[in-house]
């Protein structure tokens, strides 16, 4: 991927993404809210997306600010801050490769599985150092991973999901889905499709990619940056992540 264009989480997709209900989303916001409030400085969530997590931050009054590529997730993001009395929320639009900054961040966060969505290895080398350059000495790095063992099955399978809007319209996505297990890419060819009164009155596509990762690769891409102390976690209890089959991996680690 190129630091152009994002051609992912455009319009209907961002509409689909805040309708979908997230995986382990309470304990996940509950981790990082404690997170952030522990964190003696500025805080940054890079790939913030809609704000799931970015917003609670500032409505607590955190010194907390984030980017994402996407205009229409910023835009999504923008409308829900609104909504909230929250008229300029600190986000801009920015990839993480290009990311440079004279500011130091005492946490740095990429929650979910986000960081996979660089499927390019020197992408994510370089993504890695600019947010290691970003980070105060002795700040936190957290960073989710999904790993090989996450990859839904079956594929070569159309799926299709609907969710209905406020309004009662609905907004549908067929999903077609593939994966290779030499370039460990998950791809998703996905249709979304705006229904109302019965009738299709918009549609988007898009190709999916997310790197999935090995059990330890992040471990050493992490330590080859410069990052320290890596600890990586199962859950949001912080439990030691050992067995090598588990979906998802929280990462923390630190500058010296
Ligand atoms: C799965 S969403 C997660 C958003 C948010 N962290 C959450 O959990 O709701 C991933 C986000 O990463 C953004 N993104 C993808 N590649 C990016 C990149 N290279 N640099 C910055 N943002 C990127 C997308 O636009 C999207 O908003």
């Not at 999904?146 to 549908?172: I, N, Y």
Request: proline letters at 5%; glycine letters at 8%.
């Amino acid at each position: 991927m190129s630091d152009h264009q994002l051609k992912t989480y455009a319009k209907l997709c961002t509409e689909f993404y805040d309708l979908e209900p997230h995986h382990n989303a309470a304990q996940a916001h509950a981790f990082y809210q404690e997170r952030a409030r522990e964190a003696h400085g500025p805080i940054l969530e890079p790939m913030c997306g809609t704000g799931r997590f970015l917003i609670p931050l500032l409505q607590a009054g955190l010194d907390a600010e984030g980017f994402d590529a996407s205009p229409h997730m910023l835009s999504a993001f923008r409308a829900k801050c609104l909504a909230v009395g929250l008229s300029t929320p600190p986000i801009w639009q920015q990839f993480v490769q290009g990311f440079t900054t004279s500011k130091r961040y005492a946490l740095i966060f990429i929650p979910y599985g986000s960081w996979g969505l660089i499927t390019d290895a020197g992408q994510a080398y370089k993504g890695l150092e600019a947010l290691y350059g970003a980070l105060a000495p002795g700040g936190r790095f957290f960073v989710e991973i999904e790993t090989v063992a996450s990859c839904p099955q079956p594929t070569g399978v159309w799926r299709r999901g609907v969710h209905t809007r406020a309004d009662g319209s609905h907004l549908a996505v067929n999903t077609y889905t593939a994966y290779d297990p030499t370039t460990q890419l998950f791809k998703a060819r996905c249709r979304y499709e705006s229904i109302v009164n019965g009738a299709i009155v918009e549609t988007e596509t898009e190709d999916f990619e997310q790197y999935l990762y090995r059990f330890d690769e992040m471990d050493k891409l992490l330590s080859s940056v410069g990052f320290a102390d890596i600890k990586k976690y199962q859950d949001y209890n912080s439990t030691p992540a050992i067995a090598q089959n588990i979906h998802t991996i929280i990462y923390l680690c630190t500058k010296e």
